[in-house]
Nanobody, 117 residues
Framework: QVALVQSGGGLVQVGDSVRLSCEVS??????VGWFRQAPGAEREFVAA????????VYAGAVKGRFTISRDTTKNTVYLQMNNLKPEDTAVYYC????????????WGKGTLVTVSS
């Protein structure tokens, strides 16, 4: 199994904006999502979207600040993060669900976003 390729992240300041990217296969893709894991914490849901029509949902902690989107021609999913806070510091992982038999679930290696105060 090969991990999804992610890019973006790094050290930023409070209030900054960052966009993360994740390459997906595109074929048989049903949904894409982003999760994050802070040091010593469990992995938590951030945002998810259907691949075809872009219907999205968000965790309460990021709603209004983060936006998930996808470019179906480039087979890429994005997470636009605005007005970053120190509590957003975490390793961010992209995820994709493929509708095959049986359904498959793929993850990226993760990218660290550190928000300094």
């Amino acid at each position: 199994q090969v991990a999804l390729v992610q890019s973006g992240g790094g050290l930023v300041q409070v209030g900054d904006s960052v966009r993360l990217s994740c390459e997906v296969s595109g074929r048989n893709t049903y949904a894409v999502g982003w999760f994050r894991q802070a040091p010593g914490a469990e992995r938590e849901f951030v945002a998810a979207s259907t691949w075809n029509n872009g219907r999205s949902v968000y965790a309460g902690a990021v709603k209004g600040r983060f936006t998930i989107s996808r470019d179906t021609t480039k087979n890429t999913v994005y997470l636009q993060m605005n007005n970053l806070k120190p509590e957003d510091t975490a390793v961010y992982y992209c995820n994709v669900i493929h509708i095959v038999a049986p359904p498959e679930d793929y993850w990226g290696k993760g990218t660290l976003v550190t928000v300094s105060s």
